[in-house]
């Protein structure tokens, strides 16, 4: 069937009715608990299978029931990324085995290249985190031994930062990288800078950061891709969502996490960009499309899983009205495709890429409009989002993401963060606000917490 602006209209009407259409009452203590369980079956579902058919490996594969490595060696991405999950749902004996798991065998001094930004959001992320929770000094030393490692990928003409780094002998490549992975190491970098007393950590993040936006344009925007080593821009489209994303998150977080007023007035300036030229619009509901970075002007009207995150940052600023129109049109997207595409165009209100490896974004949203409205929409949008994936991409070893989301098509894939963001996001979205209180941690961009205070 061709897509038309009256079949959006139609889907929305639909969307709306049927979220107003719910029993409109509070959620009880006794629902929410219901929900809470249901979340904390599925973390044992897929730790379950993991450990039977990945342990020791990066990631479980449902499907085909094996492990996989995303390079020649295991860096325990799995237990590592679980182990704050398991830790908040009181998933005693999980957390257990995940730290011994990441603790015996968990190994830096191997030959290997790595992404930086992937390891760093991950791994550091997750051993600075388990760290806090645990005080377990032995996950603090390891977290220090791979910030030594990273550190020679910043050392290019600009400071901003290759995109791999071996971490054996400090060999980098890719001068070609983004905003996201230039800028996605203050919270990381910050917090191992706190605990350790070498300030070297948040001097060469937050230097990487600041080189960004100071190679904004005229109009406050960045684009996609800059060479490193010249500072050039190759690529001057702006957005917010693949490869631009938690540059903008990192930002504003740092102003929480730290107090740092630079981080705190270069987010405002972005943002105020942000919501001028690329807040769009439609029938269906309030997106963020594609523009030069110099001139403000439309070059693509695409939207998907990862821009969905804005409406949580804009929530958690303050600004739950902009976040929730937006989230209105995410809500959309997850409803109009049986769940959210990777992209799609909200123009044409067609897919482009329509696969969804188990995403957490939109639940991430309503997760912080929820905190900060108590607007129960957000409860019903979380527990329409999460039966679908705990139904419809559930494996008898795991879940799995979805190759089609038009066909409900699976692919072999369960990536740890499924454990990290999205089962964790959707227990605390339903969990008593004192599991986790919103003023004492931050959540970097694999949502793991970390707690605030002064980097002074």
Excluded at 225 to 253: F, H
Excluded at 402 to 420: G, H, I, N, P, Y
Excluded at 440 to 452: D, G, Q, W
């Amino acid at each position: 069937m061709k897509n038309t602006p009256k079949l959006a209209l139609l889907v929305v009407l639909l969307v709306t009715l049927s979220i107003k259409g719910q029993p409109q009452e509070t959620f009880s203590v006794r629902q929410k608990a219901a929900q809470c369980k249901k979340i904390k079956s599925a973390c044992r579902h897929a730790w379950s299978g993991y450990k039977k058919y990945a342990s020791g490996y990066d990631a479980l594969k449902p499907l085909s029931n094996k492990g996989h490595n995303w390079y020649g060696v295991s860096f325990q991405m799995t237990p590592l990324d679980a182990y704050d999950t398991f830790f908040l749902l009181g998933l005693t004996e999980e957390a257990k085995e995940a730290k011994e798991m990441v603790v015996s065998k968990l190994n830096f001094n191997v030959d290997q290249e790595v992404q930086l930004f992937e390891i760093n959001i991950r791994l550091m992320g997750g051993l600075l985190s388990s760290y806090e929770l645990s005080k377990d000094k032995r996950l603090l030393d390891m977290a220090e031994d791979l910030g030594k490692r990273l550190l020679p990928a910043f050392n290019s003409p600009t400071g901003m930062p290759y995109r791999y780094v071996n971490l054996k002998n400090g060999e980098t490549r890719d001068a070609l990288s983004n905003p996201a992975e230039i800028g996605t190491y203050l919270l990381e970098f910050g917090k191992l800078s706190q605990l350790t007393g070498d300030t070297t950590y948040y001097r060469v993040a937050k230097k990487a950061a600041m080189e960004i936006y100071r190679r904004r344009t005229d109009i406050d925007l960045v684009g996609t891709t800059i060479d490193v080593n010249t500072g050039e821009w190759k690529n001057t489209e702006s957005q917010i969502g693949a490869r631009i994303d938690s540059y903008y998150e990192y930002l504003y977080k740092a102003w929480l996490l730290f107090g740092d007023k630079d981080c705190r007035d270069a987010w405002g300036i972005h943002n105020k960009a942000i919501k001028k030229y690329l807040l769009t619009e439609v029938s269906s509901g309030w997106y963020f499309t594609r523009v030069d970075m110099s001139s403000g002007k439309e070059t693509n009207s695409l939207y998907g899983a990862l821009d969905a995150f804005y409406a949580g940052i804009l929530a958690l600023s303050g600004d739950t009205a902009t976040a929730g129109k937006i989230q209105k049109g995410n809500y959309y997207m997850w409803t109009r495709f049986n769940l959210e595409p990777e992209e799609f165009n909200f123009r044409s209100d067609s897919v482009l890429y329509p696969n969804y490896p188990l995403r957490p974004e939109n639940i991430e949203s309503c997760f912080y409009l929820y905190r900060k409205t108590k607007d129960q929409q957000y409860l019903r949008m979380g527990q329409h989002m999460i039966s679908d994936i705990l139904t419809k991409c559930r494996t008898k070893s795991g879940y799995a993401e979805m190759k089609d989301v038009r066909t409900l098509e699976l692919s072999d894939s369960m990536e740890s963060f499924f454990l990290a963001e999205t089962l964790k996001y959707a227990y605390l979205l339903f969990a008593p606000e004192n599991t986790l209180d919103l003023g004492k941690v931050v959540f970097n961009t694999e949502a793991h917490p970390l707690r605030i205070s002064n980097i002074e």
